[in-house]
């Protein structure tokens, strides 16, 4: 079946750092890959999303390029700021089974 | 505001309780879905609606029950649940429900501790 494996967290920055959140999936076919934030005390929302191999999402200056050949997704920040802190998931949609299958989210805090 | 509303926020129930979750999205869209939240855990999907008919149960227990009266509005009814039932529940909507590259827009979700 689908999976999605996540880096365990949490991850732990200084303002300014760069970020790598590690995502690689298992899918049948060619799924689409979604990164959503969950702020505190808040719903899952979208950050960024990509539907073929080698697309790059990008949102908020976040980034995460589809590598199929590696089946990842990683997401990447080249600058974290405090309000950065959220719980990041990372989610596949694969054909066949339209719903998303979700990994177990990594908790990023970032220090002023 | 994601256009997905979750009432209650917080909610403290015995196991011999019965109460409910109500969702409501106010996005004109046709699919609905349960999600179950617990630390450390992958999100779990419970039940998913589409055009108010259910096409998704997760093989959750019957202690939870869904209501889809109409496409706006999604419930989850709960009855003699469980301590290990306690997590952040969550709602959330989309266009269409048979996309694969459909996004979701989420509630802020229904805290739910059982006593």
């Known amino acids: 079946g689908n999976s999605v494996t996540q880096m365990e967290g949490p991850v732990t920055l200084s303002e300014e750092a760069f970020l790598t959140i590690n995502c690689t999936y298992t899918a049948t076919g060619y799924p689409s890959l979604f990164w959503y934030v969950q702020y505190p005390g808040e719903g899952l929302q979208l950050l960024l999303k990509?539907?073929?191999?080698?697309d790059k999402g990008s949102n908020k200056g976040f980034e995460a390029t589809y590598r199929k050949e590696t089946t990842s997704f990683h997401l990447e920040k080249g600058s974290v700021q405090v309000s950065d802190s959220a719980v990041y998931f990372c989610?596949?949609?694969?054909?066949?089974?339209?719903?998303?299958?979700f990994g177990r989210g990594t908790s990023l805090i970032v220090h002023p | 505001e994601t256009g997905v509303t979750q009432t209650p926020r917080h909610l403290v129930m015995g196991m011999t309780n019965k109460k409910s979750l109500k969702c409501e999205q106010h996005?004109?869209?046709?699919?609905m879905y349960w999600y179950k939240q617990s630390a450390k855990k992958p999100l779990e999907l419970m039940f998913v609606y589409s055009l108010e008919e259910r096409v998704e149960n997760n093989s959750v227990p019957s202690r939870f029950s869904p209501e889809c009266p109409n496409s706006s509005h999604l419930f989850l009814h709960l009855h003699t649940l469980q301590p290990e039932d306690s997590a952040l529940y969550l709602c959330?909507?989309?266009?269409?429900?048979?996309?694969?590259?459909?996004?979701?827009?989420f509630g802020s979700g229904t805290q739910l501790s059982v006593l």
């Open positions: 989610a596949l949609s694969a054909e066949g089974s339209y719903i998303p299958t």
């Open positions: 959330a909507s989309s266009q269409d429900g048979g996309l694969a590259n459909e996004k979701l827009f």
């Open positions: 996005l004109g869209h046709n699919a």
């Open positions: 990509a539907t073929k191999a080698d």
